[in-house]
């Protein structure tokens, strides 16, 4: 389950770049870079809902400290 | 204005514009003139370099003999971390940023760097920034004196000057990147309209490399120092075993930084190597398009070998051997550039002006820098050498005879462009030899010393060293004032002298030398396409 | 609008702001190197002087900038040059967080279950720190700032992420609206993200609080409050810069600036935003939840 959250924050970051290289590329006359900065939006709203939806279905638990058996 | 002015007004609107600004502020201060910012930092760098190598003719003294004789061990401390600090960061890259602000719009055909504005501030946060570093010096606790490489725990031990330390290394380290960034943009923007990326001369690309490299690591150390601030004075723990943290971590951090540093400082010094064997050897560079891939292949090295400078700390021993791989597999690259200058050489006619004698000793002199760095790249055989004197000797031999003696020969080479003026070629001699046979007295003793066993960065030492140590200190003498000798030969050159024509060097390729000796103030004002017959790589390959 | 400067690249004189800047700069530095260095801090004046140089310096060099582009003294060339040095300087913030996640990976990875015996770490363990288990979170072998409880990622976190999405959802629907040529909507929707922008600050220093107060969770929390705060905090920084760039963003296009097919000041603090954004989420999943 990590590695499938790590696997779509890594699509995002590509978009992401994507974005940074048509903002350079289309000059901004063309439509990619407000596009793929969409497909980055979309995916990090399915990213957060997986997290939602494997928080509640206790796929991944959050850490906690562990103070027992201090020296 | 309509668009159909006619060409001889927007060559009289030029005319206007050449006029330099008056007056001392808005000359220097307030310029954004590739020329005027080229020639700040160049003098910068002169005078960081006499700086920092006073403070070498200190250490150089302290080790003319065993004992303590003149200086305090923490003062001599604090001489080997400015020293450092002042070379690296105040004396070598000022000194290729400016050459690339003067070299890089002319060699392109561009009317100036791409952000001019950005490019004045560049610059004038560097005095700034080490008028802070060198304010330490007078203070109570003195300079900083856990060496250059800031290892912590020992740095923070430094009382006041850690945040001196920390904040100017943030101020350079923005100097830095927004010079980087004006680099890229203007060789990616600003090259003439029909000059491709393989029209290039190797200068440029090997500066937009670099330039890649410090928009890359800057940060990083960056990074590193603010870790350092908020552990000596915010109690954080990311270097503090106690809280879970691990000083190995600000090594590793600092070497992903200073790996690719080293190579910040070299590979721009291959590319005015490349410029100037070519013109005195009278034949096109062996192999352009591998000297690019090469430089390129080095850059990406230089990310993946970091831990190198950490044999002896401690790792697993999985990531011991991966990095003595990969360190050596630098060789490689820098082997095809190596062999092709010399197979640019091979069968030219070559003759032996200043700055293809200083060109034809970094060769030799900086492959010897580079056996020794293979030396030290095999793991088992480190754990020998490390922190000794051959470290010392090592990273002198890539540094002064590398990157310090390309950026003589590229002062010699263009000197006339800048100038106008010819320098005096019998002084230029002289001024090689001296340096070159003082240079070898000062360094190579000390890879006899480092493999007998002394460690560096300590002011007293074991008799047994006491010979080396002093024909060392002579050489070190002897260099120092070779250098203030070419002081006088510059001062002379930019005075007076021969006047220099367009071309300079019989048959010298490149954009530079189709405008006139000196430089006007302002070129390739028209940004049109440009004579690709007179560039060394204009034709496609 | 002059024809002759789309055939020129424009240079600039004489650049009065770059030395307002540098003086700037090293007045806020040596009034935050007095106060790290002072036994008792007074109000930092020379910090605050230092600051107030260098707001000065931006809003006169970026005048500067507004007032030429809006002059049309700009050539398609000289946008392209601050496209690249836009990308680049972000390029530059990228690798900067990635210092810092690097140490968050090493922390968690290597040291503190090296600490805990693991690898060669076993001799350490057994005489230094006895008993000491290598587990994230911690503060440490030596427990440095005492015990602490953890922030729940599903409150105020979520809460945060939540909004610093819905902000990039605004941003974009801006964007586009702009791209329309519909100023109304991009005004409506640019102050919803900067209104977003705030609320998310607001709760992270609602979040900083609870830490310190309640949860004993400080800066000096050993490794773990270090990478805590550190990360969140410098996150938390370039919201702020963020959140007042997009501010003065939407004074521009309320003034009638930018054009639909060029609107580059507009892109370049868009990404900005999305880049913070997305830096958020890396923080969300390795700082907060994994």
Not at chain 2, 58 to 66: C, D, K, T
Not at chain 3, 112 to 126: M, S, Y
Not at chain 3, 253 to 268: I, L, T, Y
Request: glycine letters at 8%.
């Amino acid at each position: 389950m990590k590695y499938l959250i790590i696997v779509i924050l890594l699509f995002i970051l590509f978009s992401l770049g994507s974005a940074m290289f048509y903002l350079v590329k289309g000059k901004g006359q063309s439509q990619n870079t407000v596009r793929f900065l969409t497909v980055r939006v979309a995916l990090s709203v399915l990213l957060f809902l997986f997290i939602i939806l494997a928080a509640y279905m206790g796929w991944i638990e959050p850490h906690q400290p562990n103070f027992l058996n201090r020296p | 204005m309509s668009h159909d002015i006619t060409h001889d007004e927007i060559a009289h609107d030029h005319h206007d514009h050449d006029h330099k600004p008056k007056g001392f502020v808005k000359r220097w201060l307030m310029t954004t003139n590739h020329k005027d910012i080229g020639t700040l930092y160049l003098i910068f760098a002169f005078a960081m370099f006499i700086f920092g190598g006073a403070m070498a003719m200190v250490i150089r003294l302290e080790l003319f003999q065993p004992g303590l004789q003149f200086v305090e061990p923490d003062f001599f401390n604090q001489m080997t971390t400015m020293h450092a600090l002042i070379m690296v960061f105040g004396a070598v890259m000022p000194a290729f940023v400016g050459l690339a602000n003067w070299m890089i719009p002319m060699m392109i055909g561009a009317p100036d760097m791409a952000l001019p504005r950005m490019n004045n501030w560049s610059f004038w946060i560097l005095p700034f920034a080490f008028a802070i570093l060198s304010s330490t010096l007078f203070m109570d606790g003195g300079a900083p004196a856990g060496g250059w490489t800031m290892y912590p725990p020992l740095v923070l031990q430094g009382g006041h000057n850690v945040a001196y330390l920390v904040f100017a290394v943030h101020l350079m380290g923005i100097s830095s990147i927004m010079g980087a960034i004006n680099v890229i943009a203007t060789i990616m923007n600003m090259r003439a309209p029909n000059v491709g990326y393989l029209n290039m001369p190797l200068f440029v690309w090997t500066w937009l490399i670099t330039a890649f490299l410090l928009i890359a690591v800057m940060p990083v150390l960056a990074g590193a120092v603010t870790m350092l601030l908020t552990d000596r004075y915010f109690d954080t723990s990311f270097f503090n075993a106690a809280g879970g943290g691990d000083p190995v971590l600000f090594q590793h951090i600092f070497w992903f930084f200073g790996h690719p540093e080293v190579y910040i400082m070299i590979l721009p010094a291959f590319g005015v190597i490349s410029e100037i064997i070519p013109t005195f050897a009278r034949k096109p560079l062996f192999g352009y398009v591998s000297m690019v891939y090469a430089t390129a292949a080095i850059a990406f090295l230089s990310f993946i070998v970091w831990a190198h400078h950490m044999f002896s700390v401690g790792m697993p021993l999985g990531a011991e051997l991966y990095f003595m791989y990969a360190t050596m597999m630098i060789a490689v690259p820098t082997g095809v550039k190596v062999f092709n200058w010399v197979a640019t050489m091979w069968k030219g006619s070559m003759t032996f002006e200043t700055p293809m004698l200083f060109s034809l000793a970094f060769v030799i002199l900086f492959t010897i820098g580079g056996f020794s760095g293979v030396m030290m790249a095999l793991a088992p055989v480190d754990l020998q050498y490390h922190d000794t004197y051959f470290i010392v000797a090592h990273f002198h031999y890539v540094l002064v005879t590398g990157a310090v003696f390309a950026i003589i020969a590229g002062a010699y080479y263009w000197l006339p462009k800048w100038s106008g003026h010819m320098y005096n070629e019998r002084l230029g001699k002289i001024h090689f030899w001296w340096s070159t046979i003082s240079v070898n007295v000062l360094f190579f003793p000390q890879h006899f010393l480092g493999l007998a066993g002394m460690p560096r960065r300590i002011p007293d030492y074991s008799t047994q060293f006491a010979e080396f140590n002093m024909w060392s200190s002579i050489g070190g003498f002897a260099f120092g004032l070779a250098q203030v000798f070419f002081i006088y030969i510059v001062w002379k050159t930019v005075r007076g002298g021969e006047k220099a024509t367009a071309e300079v060097w019989e048959g010298a390729k490149g954009l530079e030398w189709t405008v006139p000796s000196p430089a006007p103030y302002h070129t390739f004002e028209d940004f049109g396409p440009v004579d690709l017959d007179k560039m060394a790589h204009g034709k496609t390959h | 609008m002059s024809e002759a400067s789309k055939d020129q690249y424009y240079v600039p004189h004489l650049a009065k702001w770059p030395i307002v800047g540098s003086i700037g700069l090293t007045v806020t530095v040596l009034g935050a190197i007095n106060l790290l260095n002072s036994e008792n801090p007074g109000t930092p004046w020379v910090m605050y002087l230092g600051l107030a140089i260098i707001i000065w310096m931006m809003f006169g060099w970026f005048g500067e900038v507004v007032k030429e582009s809006e002059e049309r003294l700009y050539n398609t060339q000289v946008d392209t040059s601050f496209r690249m040095g836009m990308i680049w300087f972000i390029f530059s913030e990228v690798m900067f967080f990635a210092c810092f996640f690097g140490a968050l990976f090493y922390a968690r990875n290597f040291s503190v279950p090296w600490l805990g015996g693991e690898g060669t770490g076993l001799a350490t363990n057994e005489v230094l720190y006895p008993g000491y288990e290598g587990v994230w979170p911690t503060n440490g072998p030596l427990d440095l700032g005492g015990q602490f409880t953890l922030i729940d990622p599903y409150h105020l976190p979520l809460v945060n992420t939540l909004l610093l999405l819905a902000s990039s959802v605004t941003i974009t629907i801006a964007h586009h609206a702009l791209r329309a040529n519909n100023r109304k909507q991009t005004v409506i929707w640019l102050i919803a993200t900067v209104l977003l922008g705030a609320i998310f600050i607001f709760y992270q220093a609602e979040e900083y609080v609870i830490a310190y107060q309640e949860y004993n969770l400080k800066l000096s929390s050993g490794i773990y409050g270090s990478t805590f705060f550190m990360l969140t905090g410098f996150h938390g920084m370039h919201v702020t810069l963020g959140a007042i760039m997009i501010s003065v963003i939407t004074v521009r296009v309320w003034r009638g600036h930018f054009r639909p097919e060029s609107h580059f000041g507009f892109e370049a603090v868009a990404w900005y935003w999305h880049f913070v954004d997305v830096v958020w989420l890396g923080l969300f999943i390795f700082v907060y939840i994994i």
